[in-house]
């Protein structure tokens, strides 16, 4: 999330309404500075409004998940899980067989 801008340092500029409110960090990364872009929407740009920041994590979060269902691991553990779950049903099955075939005879 964005933070507001705020003048910390006697020589950084003040606050300018005209301008994003979102606090950024310069290329080196040590000082920040204001957005340059004009204000979108209760004095926010597009990127740094905070429901078009939301949606963005909503999308990435969506995507990882994605990505991670197709990894290999998940793969093999949901193969396992169903290897595991027919096993069961097999000998479910077999029991319900003995239990239910008729007795064998010995005419013949």
Not at 75 to 87: G, M, S, T
Request: some cysteine; glycine content about 2%.
């Amino acid at each position: 999330m964005a933070q507001e801008y705020e003048s910390r340092l006697r020589y950084e500029r003040a606050f300018d309404p005209k301008r994003c409110k979102a606090s950024v960090a310069d290329s080196i990364g040590f000082h920040s500075h204001q957005c340059r872009r004009n204000p979108w929407k209760d004095g926010w740009c597009k990127q740094h409004h905070p429901d078009t920041e939301t949606e963005r994590r909503r999308s990435r979060e969506k995507r990882r998940l994605q990505k991670l269902g197709r990894s290999p691991a998940v793969q093999l553990q949901a193969a396992r899980q169903e290897i595991a779950r027919l096993k069961t049903e097999v000998s479910r099955l077999k029991a319900h067989m003995a239990e239910n075939s008729p007795p064998a005879s010995d005419a013949r």
